[in-house]
């Protein structure tokens, strides 16, 4: 899984086999850590509740958490949809843009700078625009 932040926006890409496993039930959540040099870690974590009646995201003690409804995730899961997104409403009156995307393979090799790519869903060229997590 990969995470990219860009102002008010938090999208995570995730492999085909990480897609796979959340889809069918195999797993409730995928995480990852990136660690810094004085030993402090920031955890991203996609997790799939029964219970969620949307999607959202948390960022407490260091960790970025976005829930998606099962539901939602098995639906995107086995339909050829690239991400879902959700824009969540904050206290000040700002929005948070979540976007769930399955990772594709970069069509331009030089760009991926040793990056892996194992799992990633083979580029099509053409992406499908992106599906409402509500619908």
């Known amino acids: 899984m990969k995470l990219r932040i860009k102002g008010n926006t938090i999208r995570l890409r995730l492999t085909r086999p990480e897609v796979e496993s959340l889809g069918v039930g ?15 870690e920031l955890v991203y974590r996609l997790v799939v509740d029964a219970s969620a009646a949307t ?13 998606l ?23 000040d009156g700002g929005e948070l843009r979540i976007l769930v995307e399955k990772d594709f393979a970069c069509l331009d090799q030089s760009m991926t700078r040793g990056e892996d790519q194992q799992g990633a869903y083979p580029n099509p060229g053409v992406c499908r625009s992106l599906g409402n997590a509500e619908d």
């Open 55 to 67: 999607p959202g995201a948390t960022f407490v003690g260091g960790v970025v958490t976005v829930t």
């Open 69 to 91: 409804p099962s539901v939602v995730a098995k639906r995107w899961a086995r339909e050829n949809v690239v991400g879902l997104e959700h824009v969540e409403a904050l206290r």
């Open 26 to 40: 195999e797993v409730a959540r995928v995480e990852e850590r990136t660690r810094f040099g004085d030993g402090a």
